[in-house]
């Protein structure tokens, strides 16, 4: 079974292109770019990782991460961000248990955006 993965990210071209590699690599992708939307539509255990956008309008992906481990305390998740220090900082601060490869840096490779978040499943899967 493919991994089931969810994008979250408010720019909708970024969010395309996310969605369409990670599906070409062999993930099942669903997207949204509402962070409101998506935790009312949310459904425990449908997913295996979600990949959120840091800095969105309506709420951070950093909130909206915490708020859906509330509902599925088994979802992994990889952060994507145009910023880099300060969000790291507060990231490290708030998730000392994800890997920093998870902090991801855009603009980022498709292929290597695939890699990460196949290396992650696989480590969280051992």
Known sequence: MPPRILVVDDEPDLRKIIERGLELSGCDVDSSEEPTH???????????????????????????????????SHIKVCFLTAYDMEYFREFRQRFPDVPDSCFIRKPVAIKDLADIVKSQLATFTE
């Open 38 to 72: 998506t935790l009312n539509v949310f459904q425990p255990g449908k997913y295996d990782m979600v990949i959120l956008d840091v800095g969105m309008p309506e709420m951070n992906g950093f909130e909206l991460y915490e708020r859906l481990a509330k509902l599925d």
